[in-house]
């Protein structure tokens, strides 16, 4: 069967292990995932009599998504024309490159960064630019750079997946004025809940006057709404009505509809995760530090590490007392990796063996 030249040359995604697998592998009772930046605390308690409230199975969802639209778009300060919701945001990732790329034309984006970009980008042929993070900072000035009469789209990650670094405010504003206009600029916000608030980049107040400005936000991260697939793209609405063209017509489903209502309500349970992961992130910082394992600056919930061996041996040293995490190395830092944050218990447990690890390091040095 022929397909698209570049499917033969691209691999499926690989999801972090799961849990099942490896207590199998090694015996374990417990297992403990730190590998996809889920919401160790949960999701809201509201959602606890989901199964009452959903419409019927034999019925399609609403294809417009109005009832959380409307939500939102108050909640939001904007237009209902001016949002999209996809089946995660991944899917609004994907819809972007099938709307804006094709062969011929390029893309801009960070490297490391969040890989569904460049990966969709392939499938639709266009050619891929990657500007090296600056101490997992975008190095905006070297995208602006990159960006030519051929450029389509341009990605910006903040808090940027895997290095957790925001892009600073003004850093942002000089990017978006100084990008030519027929240029899009995707910023994906999927940890925005996580920022600090003073370095909330407004972009929503900001939006009339960016019209090739797409925001995208989820409820898969701090909403730990992972496993039913909904996000968002906020944006002017001529921008969103192009990519309802290609979305498919019912690709959110009618359960991740209405959790996503009632979860965008919960603002407690927002704050409760986010201070909670703010408190037990700088304990293990401050864990990090006392061996001098280097980590960038994060405003997310996980922590991109520097390792004193290869990425890939910490991953499977973890996994083998039951942590899994994240290595780096398909992403081009095979001495790293990403560690999310989870509950005070397990991160507590989880610096005992890391400094196991280390001692056994030093161990082999001296020898
Ligand atoms: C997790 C993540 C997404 C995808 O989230 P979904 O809404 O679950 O598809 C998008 N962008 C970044 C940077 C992420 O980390």
Redesign the pocket.
Known sequence: MDTKQIINELTPYKPGKQIQEVKKMFGLDRIVKLAS?ENPFGYTKKLDNLNTLTPSFEVYPDGYTAELRGALAERLNIDESQLVFGN???EIVQSVCRAFLYPGVNTVMAVPT?PQYKHNARIEGADVKEIPVINGYHDLQGMLDAIDKKTNVVWL?SPN?PTGCAIPHKDFYTFLDKCPDDVLVVL?E?YYEYLDEKKDLDTLENLPNYKNLLV?R?F??AYGL?GL?I?YGIADSNLIAKLDVVRGPFNTSSIAQKAALIAMKDDAFIADSVSRNKRIKQDFQQFLESIDWHYYDSETNFLFISTPISGNEVFEYLLQHGFIVRPLEGLGCPNEIRITIGNESDMKQLQTIILQLNNKVIEEIQS
């Open positions: 930046n995660g945001s991944d969040f990650c997946n994906d999927a995208l989820t898969s991260k992972a697939r996000g």
